[in-house]
């Protein structure tokens, strides 16, 4: 059976041993998966121990160039028929896994997306239709009163309505789980290695949108993400979070309200 490939992009995540051991643990005993750890230049100490996992192949990168820069080093190459972008935070079962390969093959879409769950096992709403700068000032100002006065707006930014109970095609899936059609993702460049960090998920999947390609939302599956919302918490990565935020409406046309 041909193998699918689990790509991880890291950069001294402190997450990605857990993710590791998950994989260990209840993944890759039950399937056929060749896991690639692309580093972007972490401290030897921390590579010393992602050197100890011996079912993953790593990749030691001279710098960091991105998480998009990163997948595409794993993918674009990749001779597998489907391949997995698989953030650091991840945890997630094989069952889940299965259904999704399953279903990229029975429908033909470009990618599969999960429902994305806190350790909490709430959701976290990642799935997107429309992006403006109106809702991302509401997402980083999360006070009551934006909270209240806002909801029905923050629930449509956030897809909150995406059924359970069946599958739904959506317009923008979050980047930080994806089963993803190869050959269809190397048809159209992989990830725009402009987008440093953040949007870069967004813009994949509009381009798949504009190659008349399908992404597929199954609730049927899910992951658990260990969302540390850094861009929320650190100058450097909310400096990050804008340059790439302007980067996405310059190419797709600004959107404000």
């Known amino acids: 059976m041909e193998k699918t490939i689990i790509s991880i992009v890291t950069y001294n995540s402190k997450d990605i041993f857990q993710t590791l051991d998950q994989l260990k643990a209840n993944v890759i005993p039950f399937g056929e998966y060749e896991v690639v750890v692309y580093d972007n230049g972490s401290t030897e100490d921390y590579l010393e121990r992602l050197a100890a996992y011996d079912f993953v192949r790593l990749i030691r990168g001279k710098e960091n160039r991105g998480f998009g820069h990163g997948h595409n080093q794993v993918l674009l190459q990749a001779k597998n028929r489907y391949g997995i972008i698989c953030n650091p935070d991840i945890l997630v079962e094989q ?48 006070t009551v009163f934006t909270k209240r006065f806002f909801d029905k707006r923050l629930a449509k930014f956030e897809c909150r309505d995406l059924p359970d109970d069946r599958d739904s095609y959506v317009k923008m899936a979050s980047g930080c789980f ?5 050959a269809k993702f190397q048809a159209i460049g992989g990830f725009d290695e402009r987008f440093f960090m953040y949007f870069e998920d967004n813009d994949l999947s509009l381009r798949f949108g504009a190659a008349q390609e399908k992404i597929l939302y199954t609730p049927f599956a899910s992951v658990i993400h260990l969302y540390g919302k850094g861009a929320h918490k650190n100058g450097k990565l909310f400096r990050i979070f804008l340059q790439s935020m302007r980067r996405f409406f310059q190419k797709w046309g600004w959107q404000f309200f």
Do not use: E, G, W
Request: glycine share 0%; with cysteine.
């Open 178 to 182: 994806l089963v993803v059609d190869l």
């Open 95 to 142: 069952d889940s896994i299965a259904l999704m390969l399953d279903k990229l093959a029975k429908t033909q879409a470009a990618m599969v997306c999960p429902k994305v769950l806190n350790s909490d096992l709430t959701t976290q709403h990642l799935v997107r239709n429309r992006l403006t700068v109106f809702d991302y000032m509401l997402r980083f100002m999360p």
